[in-house]
């Protein structure tokens, strides 16, 4: 695809493949949603900012291609701060707009990592009574669950390393990236680096 970066160790995932996955999981979503989401009774997309931003602009038109209709909310939380390990806490800092009781809901993430974000999520959401709630990542990093936490639709399963792009960032920046990559270590400040993995964010 032509496009290399000078900041970044490889590519995880081109744009071409994004959208080549974001197609393949919209037709399967429309299969398990034939009936259930309508014109009358749209399946409502949970963006969850900031990371899940592009994913959900692409995922709701891939769905519309495929007759799902769909809205969205949008919530956000935050808990890597500027850094990039988990803080631990997670903190609700914008609510949905309207009520999901009844309704058909699926959650938007861009990455599932240690699960604290999604688990938090998924409580908070049973709670208002959805006919149905299901997740949606872009990204799936196994190996850094804190909780046990399974997506039901997932685009890429990725190897435990820190990735940015398509909406991810590493301390806001990065999210315009096309494509998703590992950053080369010497982005991080020495700082930082040495943060990565000893200090929670909390603790700095
Ligand atoms: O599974 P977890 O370990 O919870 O990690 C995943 C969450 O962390 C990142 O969000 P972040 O807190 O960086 O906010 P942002 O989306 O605004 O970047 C990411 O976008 C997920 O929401
Ligand atoms: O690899 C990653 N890149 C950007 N943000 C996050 C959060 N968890 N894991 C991440
Ligand atoms: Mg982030």
Redesign the pocket.
């Known amino acids: 695809n032509g496009r290399s970066y000078s900041f970044a160790k490889k590519c995880v995932a081109s744009q071409e493949q994004i959208f080549e996955k974001i197609d393949a999981i919209a037709a399967n979503i429309a299969i398990d949603y034939a009936g259930k989401a309508t014109a009358e009774n749209p399946l409502i997309l949970i963006c969850?900012?900031?990371?899940?931003y592009l994913f959900t602009a692409d995922l709701a038109r891939a769905l519309a291609d495929k007759g799902v209709p769909n809205v969205v909310e949008f919530m956000?939380?935050?808990?890597?701060?500027k850094y990039t390990v988990?803080s631990g806490e997670?903190r609700m800092l914008l609510d949905l707009r309207n009520s999901i009781s009844k309704r058909h809901c699926l959650i938007v993430?861009?990455?599932?990592?240690?699960?604290?974000?999604?688990?938090?999520l998924y409580k908070v959401f049973m709670t208002r009574g959805p006919a149905s709630l299901r997740t949606c990542v872009l990204l799936d990093?196994p190996e850094?669950?804190?909780l046990p936490?399974v997506a039901h639709y997932r685009c890429f399963e990725i190897a435990n390393e820190f990735v940015v792009g398509y909406?991810?960032?590493y301390a806001?920046m990065y999210?315009d990236l096309r494509d998703i990559v590992v950053l080369k270590p010497e982005v991080y400040s020495p700082k930082t680096a040495s943060e990565m993995h000893k200090v929670p964010d909390s603790k700095l």
């Open positions: 969850v900012l900031k990371g899940a956000c939380v935050s808990s890597y701060g988990s997670v993430e861009d990455i599932l990592d240690s699960a604290r974000t999604l688990d938090f990093k850094g669950r804190k936490f909406g991810l960032d806001e999210r």
